[in-house]
């Protein structure tokens, strides 16, 4: 019935490893994993080996995935779906069978600036390298944006072997719920935070979706089921390797000089560059950013190559829907870092026939660089040799449909609502400084209380490049770093507490007690900052630029000029669903200064960490443990 329409976008193919033919964009078809909604009861879910199929030109590719009783092992793990406010208990089984990667690792000796050696498939002869201080197989998994208990986290040092259980109780209601900040249907997910080996265990397949649904959502009209089109997506970056007997293995590839794994293929929910059929009058596209480290600047274009964002509203991100949708208008692309969720509504009325292709633009590594004139164009310089991400195949409605094929023509009209401004979470506050003058176009807005604590966090790398760190900073007259924060008239001095994951516990923050984190980014790329515990959101419109380009060194903790602020440069303009949702992942951009407010309503011991995987693995992750009552051991309240 539908006869595809003539299309003048056009992607490249990949060469297939196998040496058979090649690897086509749009061949593998991707369908939305089916929701298994947790009971009161104790679900078990067993970590073990499966395989994974990316293209129909692949033989099946040894992986690590989730299973739960009697169901097959995937990866990504299944789609686990929780009521709000009602407990989940979950039994996460380590069933592997070996404490053995399913894939090589291979460090590149050498790189070219044209064509990068992460763009190529396969070692191209380099023998594999051990992974180094990594405890392979021992497990510990951790709810990504859940209001989870300590005991239930995921602490990276709590791994558990093979034949051993972690015992989780996810609450999977609201952070902060006394203050009346409701959230309306997060998008969590579940992945290994095992201590030094989270990279290699992610990337072997260890993550999976979770949702807390609300029943706000199905109020507006929205689509809450593959049925009625919503398609939960995780992309993720990978590169593979072929032996000597035709077997095909993932391969995490990396060179002495770009320790982040940035792999030339693009898979969604285990397949490559895929395509799905989507129906009637709306799609919910659930995406997560579920890569090690690469960036998704995500276009969303039509068959003539056009931009068709008039067709797309933003409708929500890591902690539930927005205030309001926002439209993705003009050339409006939007950002993913690693960790990060956007929920986008694509108004599929009238494309009968026709196909919408999500492409990514971002430069690997990323360092807040805008788009390139056409973002269908391949960028070998930037890591980026395939642009394409996947296609959407629309059709026209179908009676008595395919289960998988979303029939929701019945949802015509939750588009037009939405995007005439409908308020999706009426509970919604923008945290501020002032609550200012009351204003229709802008949410409430939650007035910081004047007393809250302070904290500074440098991310800074060695010299040469290659060790990452967070650096908490604590006024001290004689301290050897100089930083003139935007709210000083001159620099202070201040010194690094004893670094890395084992040194001296430097955040203590009081039950309840506001905050205010400031991170300053001396490197030259950008990094996704995630706390545990709560959802928090970016304080003011932008980033502040800083000058920090030499002027601090790793290596002596000292700065040899005054970091402060840049009064020639412009600060990255957070995005509205930045401001006008809640967050638990947001990128700080090279020479940036980003304020968080963030409140604490746990008691006990959490991390915070940069969510590029292999910096996470390299040192830029840190505990903080919240108090009952202010500690002596802490750093003063000011
Ligand atoms: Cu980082």
Not at 74 to 102: F, M, Y
Not at 106 to 134: K, R, W, Y
Not at 601 to 617: K, P, S, T
Request: a negative charge.
């Amino acid at each position: 019935m539908s006869s595809d329409t003539i299309t003048s976008i056009t992607f490249p193919s990949a060469p297939n490893p196998t040496g058979a033919g090649t690897l086509d964009p749009f061949v593998a078809v991707v369908t939305p994993p089916n929701a298994y909604v947790l009971p009161s009861s104790e679900t078990r879910l067993r970590m073990q080996e499966c395989t994974v199929s990316p293209h129909p030109a692949l033989p099946p590719i040894p992986a690590w995935g989730y299973g739960r009783s009697g169901h097959m092992v995937s990866t990504p793990g299944p789609l686990l779906e929780a009521q709000a406010s009602v407990r989940s208990l979950i039994r996460w089984d380590n069933a592997l069978g070996a404490k053995e990667l399913p894939y090589d690792l291979v460090v590149m000796p050498s790189d070219d600036a044209a064509d990068p050696v992460q763009n190529h498939l396969g070692s191209e002869g380099v023998p594999p390298t051990a992974p180094m201080h990594a405890p392979i197989g021992w497990l510990s998994t951790h709810l990504h944006g859940g209001h989870t208990e300590p005991e239930s986290d995921g602490w990276p040092d709590h791994m558990i072997e093979p034949g051993e259980t972690q015992r989780c109780r996810y609450a999977n209601d609201d952070d902060n719920a006394d203050l009346g900040f409701g959230k309306v249907g997060a998008a969590l997910w579940y992945h290994d935070h095992a201590m030094d080996a989270t990279r290699l265990h992610v990337y072997a397949g260890l993550a999976g979706a979770y949702l807390v649904r609300h029943p706000g959502e199905a109020d507006l009209g929205l689509p809450t089921s593959v049925e009625e089109g919503e398609a939960v997506l995780i992309i993720q970056d990978r590169n593979v390797d072929v032996a000597g007997d035709g077997s095909v293995r993932l391969l995490h590839k990396t060179t002495t000089d770009t320790s982040e794994f940035f792999g030339p293929l693009t898979l969604v929910n285990g397949k490559l560059w895929p395509r799905m059929t989507v129906r009637g009058a709306v799609a919910r596209l659930r995406i997560y950013n579920g890569s090690n480290a690469r960036y998704y600047r995500l276009h969303v274009l039509d068959d003539a190559g056009a931009v068709a964002h008039a067709r797309v509203l933003v409708i929500g991100t890591d902690g539930g829907l927005l205030w309001k949708a926002r439209p993705l208008a003009g050339d409006g692309s939007i950002t993913l870092a690693p960790g990060e969720r956007i929920d986008l509504l694509v108004d599929l009325r009238g494309l009968a026939g026709q196909h919408l292709y999500l492409v990514n633009s971002a430069q690997a590594p990323f360092s807040g660089d805008p788009a390139p004139a056409d973002p269908t164009l391949p960028h070998p310089d930037e890591r980026r040799p395939y642009p394409q991400v996947m296609r959407l195949d629309i059709k026209a409605r179908r009676h008595g449909g395919h289960h998988h094929d979303a029939d929701n023509a019945g949802l015509a009209s939750v588009w037009d609502v939405l995007a005439g401004g409908a308020v999706m979470n009426p509970a919604f506050v923008r945290i501020a400084h002032s609550a200012g003058a009351p204003d229709p176009a802008v949410p409430p807005r939650y007035e910081l209380p004047h007393a809250h604590g302070h904290r500074l966090v440098l991310l800074s790398e060695s010299d040469p490049p290659g060790h990452l760190q967070l650096s908490e900073l604590v006024a001290d007259p004689a301290g050897s770093v100089q930083v003139q924060l935007p709210t000083d008239a001159a620099p202070q001095s201040y010194s690094p507490i004893d670094a890395g994951f084992y040194g001296t516990v430097g955040i203590m923050p009081v039950l309840k007690e506001w905050e205010v984190w400031r991170f300053l980014n001396t490197t030259g790329d950008t990094h996704p900052m995630h706390i545990h515990q709560v959802l928090f959101q970016p304080l003011g419109a932008a980033g502040t630029p800083y000058l920090v380009d030499g002027r601090y060194s790793q290596e002596s903790h000292s700065t040899s000029q005054p970091l402060m602020p840049d009064p020639t440069a412009t600060g990255r303009v957070f995005e509205p669903h930045e401001t006008t949702g809640w967050k638990d992942t947001v990128r700080i951009d090279p020479g940036q200064l980003v304020t968080f407010a963030v409140r604490f309503d746990r008691v006990g011991r959490y991390v915070y960490h940069c969510h590029m995987i292999e910096h996470e693995d390299n040192e830029m992750m840190r505990p903080f443990v919240v108090t009952p009552l202010a500690s002596a051991h802490g750093i003063s309240h000011h």
